[in-house]
């Protein structure tokens, strides 16, 4: 018999390969970069801005460059500025909570269907199928709208409604190791099941997840601005959907409540996107596409 | 096309793909002629540019890197380097034509088989007569119910059924010179026979000249009467088939001949050739094959011997036969 | 197209046979939400709106809401499928039929969106893949990002904001103008007039996603062996890119468009909010406003059926343009 060397697990000094490459994938950088900033300034929300956001005023509807409010004003006078760096901090939380609570729940029901099969990856297609024929968003609107939209629970509800597509690319990637060479070395070494799956497959399945992470974040980011456009956001907080929605009504006074909290969430999911494509890149390294 | 006169002529071929690792010679400077009618085959292992010779015929490469450098291709007479590149467009399946190694990837999956082989007569002539025309491609291939078979998608064939469609497309415009590369690699042993004979049939009702590029020298034997054996970009030795057999003057044709497993004899292989072909970017000096070569002299480690006759149409480039006499 | 291996209508049927599941799915979850919302489910069937005690007694017979579970949820069933699906008293009508109104204007919204973005994506990516890593080929990359992550809403906003704002050019709001009362073809100008912001809001995602798979799948499809045997054959460039190269490429393509209907119908939603457009998503905001429960329920009902039909017809179309898929 001839030695295999993919009998032996693949190791985590791959990890320091994988680095490598995403550094070399603009997209990555630059998203890691937006992702960074955004970060920094959802943590430093308080020192960067000038005034509490929802502090309101009579200085209603002033453009940017108004004394005190280099972004203007909303029609309650709340400054524009404070509101978008404060808007990153709900942003961030649940676009990343969200987004881990997919994809921790995707990881395992994905690799429970993918490593059992049969009745339980049958009720996993049924279930993904049926998440992927109804609106994501009009079905966290309706739960919303009647569960309440605290912030917490808007973290449920998308990540909730999230974790299919986590599910299916994990499920795949474990049917394909199932059959690996060192699969079978594991079993025939006596380990149980939940062993294996923990330590042999899942490392691999890492790679692909992460990038699943990264888009997740990005779309529950625009998800949870969605919602707050409808005005279901968390009420006592400062989100950047909510703005765009009170935006709407004064659109044709004040673009400047629209323009800037609008440039925010762009920047944000732009960010997770290119981040998440960068981690593509790493994970699946093409030659020259 | 003119009866005096070779169909094909390849005269000091060189082609030249552009790598990261620097260019590489795969036609080094070959010449061949294949007169009106006649089947040639083209011999050699992978690497040894005889792919790369029938692309360089059809002008047709699947890479933007590889460029004809040097020589001369003509065919009935016309120079086909000197076309413009929509000249050469249209000479393409209508006076030389090219069929691939695999049936399977060489066709679109998603369009019907018959189509495929109507669309080069139709661009020539127009619909009306493309279908019949088609089908009787099909029919002179040995495809049986040839009309049923031009609805039929390719996943819906078998192999050799594939293979024969290919066949057809090729020939639906009556090309006077069809190059074969590998038709038979990828299919049974039993098909085999029946692409060879095939392809016999359509020289013999056609009239058509075929240049079959292969690596197994037993199709060679079949269909061929003349060989050229090639290596690392040039043409080692080059004979008619019976005598190429009989008295091999080449130590890489004796290698190649010896190393071939004989399908009535089922005699076991006697010798395998050491070695692998060379870094075609890195060519060894002298003759190419002097590291492989059983038979190798000090001479051969520094200059690379030209063609020497070895008989009325028998070529061999090796310095053992430079007492017989230059070419 | 030929009737290949499996005849279409068979396929369909199939396919038909496996909607049927996940219709019955969509009402599971319509029934699960109904049933474990905070409060009483008369008043989540009823909305915040005071309704007459009779209806409320009737509601809770013909809803079953003094039975045990399954008998509520088969209940439920029957009423859907009866198309009783509450009544809005926001709105003094039935549900089924208020939603039913507003599709009409929604699906106007969305082919126009989706015809949009399928030709500026499509085009945009095989020109992409074409001219690949030039400038065009990194700004339409850039363009694709970009759609990808500007929310709709704000993109109309931003619509809003350039082209009726500042420049007056286009109205901003509504289906038609409410100042005059167009008839006839200025009927259809008008109403054309007011759908080219709201449709070109909707379809930059769409073309984003459309246009960035089409590079790829040319891409793809164009480094394929059977486009080296096409140009062999001497087909037209044209021809080749065209009929060998976008029709391959365009399967997966056509899938994902079709398959991200889901996804098109919710940014349907945010646009209509933001023009005014009186089509199923204004509906939905409207009802969040008004805390009317009954239409919310009625139009995820309607919007989830109308995703699986659309399910329904891309998988049919796929099978029709792709013949392996039929087995």
């Known amino acids: 018999m001839v030695a295999d060397e993919s009998a032996v697990t693949p190791s985590a000094a791959g990890g320091r390969e994988f680095w490598r ?18 970060v920094v300034v959802a943590m430093a929300a308080p020192l ?17 460059g108004t004394p005190g409010h280099p972004l203007g004003t909303d029609n309650l006078g709340r400054d524009i500025l404070s509101g978008v760096l404060w808007g990153s901090r709900v942003s961030l939380t649940v676009g990343v909570c969200a987004a881990a609570a997919a994809v921790l729940l995707g990881v395992f029901i994905g690799s429970l269907a993918g490593f059992y099969g049969g009745w339980a990856d049958a009720v996993l297609g049924r279930i993904t199928e049926l998440f992927q024929v109804i609106p994501r968003f009009v079905l966290a609107l309706l739960v919303v709208a009647l569960f309440g939209s605290g912030l917490w629970k808007l973290i449920a509800v998308i990540g909730i409604l999230s974790w299919p597509q986590a599910a299916r ?25 939940a062993r294996i799956i923990f330590s042999e497959i899942l490392p691999n399945v890492l790679a692909p997840v992460v990038v699943i992470g990264s888009l997740d974040v990005a779309g529950a980011i625009l998800l949870e601005a969605s919602l707050g456009f409808f005005g279901l956001g968390d009420p006592n907080l400062v989100s950047w959907g909510m703005m765009l929605n009170n935006a709407q009504a004064h659109l044709r006074q004040a673009w400047w409540m629209s323009v800037f909290p609008g440039i925010a969430i762009s920047l944000a999911v732009l960010g997770f996107n290119l981040m998440g494509d960068g981690l593509n890149d790493a994970a699946n390294p093409r030659l020259g596409v | 096309m003119n009866g005096t006169g070779p169909l094909l002529l390849v005269e000091d071929l060189h082609t030249h793909i552009l790598t990261t690792r620097g260019v590489v010679r795969a036609v080094d400077g070959i010449s061949l002629s294949l007169p009106q009618g006649s089947a040639a085959g083209l011999v050699g292992e992978s690497g040894s540019g005889k792919t790369m010779t029938g692309f360089s015929i059809l002008r047709l490469f699947p890479t933007d890197a590889a460029r004809i450098v040097r020589g001369r291709i003509e065919l009935a007479g016309r ?27 060489y066709l679109n999956p998603v369009m019907p088989v018959g189509q495929q082989v109507a669309e080069a007569y139709a661009m020539r002539h127009g619909w009306t007569q493309a279908r019949q025309k088609a089908v009787e491609a099909l029919g002179l291939v040995g495809l049986p119910d040839p009309g049923e078979t031009y609805r039929r998608f390719p996943h819906e064939l078998s192999g050799g059924m594939r293979q024969r469609a290919v066949i057809a497309m090729a020939i639906v415009c ?98 395998v050739m050491e070695g692998a072909v060379p870094d075609l970017a890195r060519l060894p000096r002298g003759c190419r094959f002097h590291p492989r070569c059983p038979a190798v002299m000090d001479r051969c480690r520094i200059e690379d011997p030209p063609a020497f006759r070895l008989g009325a149409h028998h070529l061999v480039a090796c310095w053992l036969h430079e007492e017989q006499g230059a070419p | 197209m030929t009737a290949g291996s499996t005849p279409l209508w068979r396929y369909a049927a199939g396919r038909l046979a496996q909607a049927v599941p996940l219709l019955l799915g969509v009402v599971v979850v319509n029934f699960l939400l109904i049933s474990l919302a905070p409060g009483d489910p008369v008043a989540t069937l009823l909305g915040e709106y005071p309704a007459p005690p009779e209806y409320v007694a009737q509601l809770r017979r013909e809803f079953g809401l003094d039975q045990p579970a399954p008998v509520r949820l088969a209940l439920y069933a029957w ?11 926001a709105y003094r009508l039935p549900v089924a039929a208020l939603v039913v109104g507003r599709l009409g204007n929604t699906f106007l919204l969305m082919v126009t969106a989706l015809t949009l973005a399928a030709l500026v994506g499509v085009g945009l990516g095989v020109t992409a893949a074409r001219r690949r890593g030039s400038g065009l080929d990194t700004a339409a990359t850039g363009i694709s990002l970009a759609g990808y992550s500007i929310p709709d809403f704000w993109l109309s906003q931003l619509l809003v904001l350039l082209f009726a704002v500042f420049l007056g050019w286009l109205p901003a709001q509504g289906i038609r103008s409410v100042r005059e009362q167009y008839t006839g073809m200025a009927a259809v100008l008008d109403v054309a007039r007011h759908l080219i912001l709201p449709a070109a809001a909707l379809s930059f995602r769409y073309m984003a996603l459309i246009s960035r798979l089409t590079r790829a799948s040319m891409l793809e499809a164009m480094s394929q062996d059977f486009i080296l045997a096409a140009r062999a054959r001497g087909l037209p460039e044209r021809l080749v890119l065209l009929q060998h190269g976008l029709r391959n490429a365009a399967l997966p393509v056509v899938t994902v468009i079709g398959y991200n209907f889901a996804f098109v119908l919710a940014g349907s939603a945010l646009v209509e909010t933001v023009f ?17 429960t009954p239409v919310l329920l009625g139009v995820l009902l309607m919007v989830s059926a109308t995703v699986v039909v659309v399910n329904l017809l891309t998988d049919l179309l796929y099978a029709a343009l792709d013949p392996r898929v039929r087995y």
């Open chain 3, 276 to 292: 005014g457009w009186p089509g199923v998503g204004r509906l939905l905001y409207d009802a969040i406003l008004q805390r009317d």
């Open chain 3, 79 to 89: 009423n859907v499928a009866r198309g009783e699906l509450g009544f809005s008293f």
């Open chain 2, 79 to 105: 120079d086909l380097l000197s076309l413009t590149d929509e000249e050469m467009r249209r000479a393409r399946g209508g006076d030389v034509a090219m069929i691939f190694q695999d049936p399977t990837t």
């Open chain 1, 169 to 193: 690319v994990v499920r795949g990637q474990v049917m394909a190791l199932r059959g690996a060479a060192y699969v079978d070395a594991a079993r025939v070494l006596g380990l149980r099941n």
């Open chain 1, 48 to 64: 960067l801005a000038p005034r509490d956001p929802q502090t309101t005023s009579l200085v209603t509807l002033n453009p940017p």
């Open chain 2, 174 to 271: 009556r090309p006077a010179l069809l190059i074969a590369d590998e038709p038979t690699t990828a299919v049974d042993v039993t098909i085999q026979a029946q692409i060879l004979d095939v392809l016999q049939r359509l020289r013999r009702e056609l009239g058509m000249t075929l240049l079959l590029i292969t690596h197994d020298l037993g199709i060679v034997a079949e269909v061929c009467e003349t060989v050229h054996v090639m290596y690392a970009g040039r043409i080692v030795e080059s004979a008619p088939s019976e005598a190429l057999f009989a008295s091999p003057g080449h130590p890489y044709t004796q290698g190649l001949l010896a190393a071939t497993l004989s399908i009535d004899e089922a005699r076991p292989i006697t010798r």
């Open chain 1, 21 to 38: 490459r995403f550094r070399r994938s603009r997209a990555g950088i630059i998203g890691l970069g937006l992702v960074v900033l955004l």
